[in-house]
T-cell receptor, first 114, second 112 residues
Framework: GAGVSQTPSNKVTEKGKYVELRCDPI?????LYWYRQSLGQGPEFLIY????????DSGLPNDRFFAVRPEGSVSTLKIQRTERGDSAVYLC????????????FGQGTRLTVV | SQKIEQNSEALNIQEGKTATLTCNYT??????LQWYRQDPGRGPVFLLL???NEKEKRKERLKVTFDTTLKQSLFHITASQPADSATYLC???????????WGAGTKLIIKP
């Protein structure tokens, strides 16, 4: 596709359930970032991939959060034992290379934990 | 720790006037700074990047300044239009992998 695609666009889940959020970056972009955005706030960094490896996962809030990018393209953010505090918009961005490159964002997945 | 501040209150501007948004940062010396636009229900869209050795950058009706002494960037939209209404966020690179840290954004409303 022409842009970064995230699915689903909306996800409602019950507290304690497991969820997976998918990001399909722009073809050829090696750098991929996950951010989380709460209402009225700027995005908050979660994890960065360069190729297949997680180069920096320092933003993941705890071990319930995990992300993979097995083939260096599509990435999945996984959240175990969801809590109401996990409710937010999860944004994925990709860029051609890491560094001072323009980041292209998807429309986000709005996660609501009830 | 690094901190980025943007005006939290919405900025109301009359159509045709210049809108000026402010981004201040502390405890930090970024190599560059980026400005993004975000519409409701959408992800941020990149607008401009300005490097630490650049005082000013322009793109069509947009102008960004970067004062590393004041630790401040100003974002200007000249001849503003209602279609410019959105939230504008500034972002700075952090760490060796250039992940961005963000301000909370300023909501801009251009009234016809």
């Amino acid at each position: 596709g022409a842009g970064v695609s995230q699915t689903p666009s909306n996800k409602v889940t019950e507290k304690g359930k497991y969820v997976e959020l998918r990001c399909d970056p722009i073809s050829g972009h090696t750098a991929l970032y996950w951010y989380r955005q709460s209402l009225g706030q700027g995005p908050e960094f979660l994890i960065y991939f360069q190729g297949t490896g997680a180069a920096d996962d320092s933003g993941l809030p705890n071990d319930r959060f995990f992300a993979v990018r097995p083939e260096g393209s599509v990435s999945t953010l996984k959240i175990q034992r969801t809590e109401r505090g996990d409710s937010a918009v999860y944004l994925c961005a990709s860029s051609l290379v890491s560094g001072s490159a323009e980041a292209f964002f998807g429309q986000g997945t709005r996660l609501t934990v009830v | 720790s690094q901190k980025i501040e943007q005006n939290s209150e919405a900025l109301n501007i009359q159509e045709g006037k210049t809108a000026t948004l402010t981004c201040n940062y502390t405890n930090y010396s970024p190599a560059y700074l980026q400005w993004y636009r975000q519409d409701p229900g959408r992800g941020p869209v990149f607008l401009l990047l300005i490097r630490e050795n650049e005082k000013e950058k322009r793109k069509e009706r947009l102008k960004v300044t970067f004062d590393t002494t004041l630790k401040q960037s100003l974002f200007h939209i000249t001849a503003s239009q209602p279609a410019d209404s959105a939230t504008y966020l500034c972002a700075l690179p952090m760490g060796s992998n250039y992940q961005l840290i963000w301000g909370a954004g300023t909501k801009l409303i251009i009234k016809p």
